[in-house]
């Protein structure tokens, strides 16, 4: 079973920046693809960015691209997500999971781990 725990969320001024990291254990790390999630107050989990196996390449939300960079490193078990330019939009809980391909992930299909606890993320106007 895969398990995953979130960190790195804080209250941020609009226009800064925020570092989350997710460590995964359970699993085989370097074997999934990875993928980030946000869910805002009254609305629906939603995709914000995927990382393939090995890192090399990546898909992102509209809303966050040019701004979001995932980023992984597989000898730690470890994803991360730097969040530029933030908005109050994105305020939100962020959520990691893992998933057989960056594409099935961007499309929350097949996803391997339950969800854990998440990052809170608050950007002030």
């Known amino acids: 079973q895969v398990h995953l725990v979130e960190s790195g969320g804080g209250l941020v001024q609009a226009g800064g920046s925020l570092r989350l990291s997710c460590v995964v254990s359970?699993?085989?790390?370097?074997?999934?693809?990875m993928g980030w999630f946000r869910q805002a107050p009254g609305k629906e989990r939603e995709f914000v960015a995927a990382?393939?196996?090995?890192?090399?390449?990546?898909n992102y939300s509209d809303s966050v691209k040019g701004r979001f960079t995932a980023s992984r490193i597989n000898a730690r078990n470890t994803l991360f997500l730097q969040m530029n330019s933030l908005k109050p939009e994105d305020t939100a809980v962020y959520y990691c999971?893992?998933?057989?391909?960056?594409?099935?992930?961007?499309?929350?299909?097949?996803?391997?781990?339950?969800w854990g606890q998440g990052a809170q993320v608050t950007v002030s106007s």
């Open positions: 999971n893992a998933g057989p391909s960056a594409e099935a992930i961007s499309e929350m299909l097949d996803l391997y781990g339950d």
């Open positions: 359970g699993g085989a790390f370097s074997w999934y693809a």
């Open positions: 990382i393939s196996r090995t890192g090399f390449s990546a």
